[in-house]
């Protein structure tokens, strides 16, 4: 990637950003007859779900992140929202191996790409923006459920929707930090494209972000539709299948699943997703809040406490979150509840196999990975887990997408041995987990990125949403409880969507 210095007042007018694109557009040759253009501005504050209201229509891609922390005593905190909004270009995997494919991409672009403006500035230059479904593939078994379960053509309308992979460059990214707002503007200029014409829609299209208000996303939005609630799978499936995982684990065929319970909602009207979402960033300012789309009408949010991996000036971070418990409703109460968490010997041991998996596997890469003896909760409004974030500095030889093919899925959202595990949630579930569980997060130019884990989700499809929420089963486990702990996940967007 070419990097092209400049002063601070950049582009004053339409006629300077003409002249600019005119001067990429002769560079040119028939040997390279394409290039991508980045443009990073400073700008003054914005709201990007604001934004991302205002500009982004329905058919386009779009990805939304904010997270203002992870956890009540973060060390990493960082204060993020970022909005991407349609693709300059982009790569959809239906088959391979889509983690290569996807950095073969992303390489491919960074080879060809100009980058001007305040490119030293935080979440400034190009951004890639990622989605990977759970699975890479259904197994025949588990399309097999489908057909068994009597429900299937209303399932079928709301699941297929997302390839094994989706990654794109936007047309228009704006970010919000703690200390700066940076809009990028990302164009791909070919022979025969129209300066003229491109330059006046570049330049119309930032003149109305800038103009943008967004004083009405201060406040919540009470749900207010009359919902309809079906269980995906009956609730007594549900506990079959775990005390089926418990026969599975006492024969010693398993050591943990994680098994997911999905309900489908309908609304008398379409969901409003940026309502949706600005609930979630106020019920949940500990979690990652992210949508992402596919272009033809579905969303897919979350309210995720869980990161998978970030990398920032080649440190890593990784998060192992397992072990549940509720939120007490008095101070006492959830003192209780937190202690008895910590000294859980179940809960213990199935946060263990997902840090003993993470370090096996960074020891793998060649990496020497770092975190405390002792876990850490990560409480949230309405329910707390064991967590430790893993550590560890990584070369600039070690792709962050090479690092995430060997972390996903971890025993958190899989189970251990994790081919085993995954083998048998394809047999117990009856319904395709799309994004549910995935990683879901972006990479930029110089291979910093953040990944979170797609829990606490809903797949929207108009007035159609699909929740979805796991637990992890291991030796002690009850189906009573364990369906308990999945429908107060579950609250976590029941609660927001509107």
Known sequence: MSVIPTSVNLFQNCQDLHQFLFNCQQTLTDKVQKKIVSISLEILPLDPLAILQEICEPHQLHFYLEKQGIGEKNLYKNSL??????????????????????????????????????????????????????????????????HQNGNYQQKLSINPHFPSATIFLPKWQIAQTNNHNILVINTVISISINIENISQKIWDKFQQITQIKNTHLSTLTKPYKKLRKINVNHLQEFKKSVASALDLINSNSLRKIVLAHAIDIYSQTNFNLIKSLNNLRFFYPDCYVISTSNGNGQNFICASPERLISIKNNQLIADALAGSAPRGKTPSQDAKLANSLLSSEKDLREHQFVIDFIIKRLQDLGLKP????????????????????????????????????????????????????????????????????????????????????????????????????GAGIVTGSKPDKELAEVQLKLQSLLKALV
């Not at 929202?81 to 983690?99: E, P, Q, Y």
């Not at 494919?101 to 923006?129: R, V």
């Not at 949630?425 to 879901?440: G, H, V």
């Open 81 to 146: 929202a970022i909005a991407a909004i349609d693709g300059a270009t982009h790569l959809t995997v239906k088959s391979g191996n889509r983690f290569a494919q996807a950095q073969s991409f992303i390489q491919s672009c960074l080879n060809n790409t100009i980058s001007i403006g305040a490119t030293h500035l935080p979440y400034a230059g190009p951004h890639f923006f990622c989605s990977f479904t759970f699975f890479e593939k259904q197994s025949q078994t588990n399309l097999n459920n489908f």
């Open 370 to 469: 770092n975190y405390s003896s002792q876990p850490h909760l990560l409480q949230l409004s309405n329910i707390q887990h064991l967590w430790t974030p893993i550590t560890a500095e990584i070369s600039q030889n070690i792709h962050l997408l090479e690092i995430l093919a060997e972390l996903h899925p971890t025993p958190a959202v899989a189970g251990f041995p994790r081919d085993i595990a995954q083998e048998q949630i394809q047999n117990f579930e009856t319904f395709d987990r799309s994004l549910y569980a995935a990683p879901i997060g972006w990479i930029d130019h110089q291979g910093n990125g953040e990944f979170a884990v797609g829990i606490r989700s809903a797949l929207i499809n108009g007035d159609h949403a699909r929740l979805y929420a």
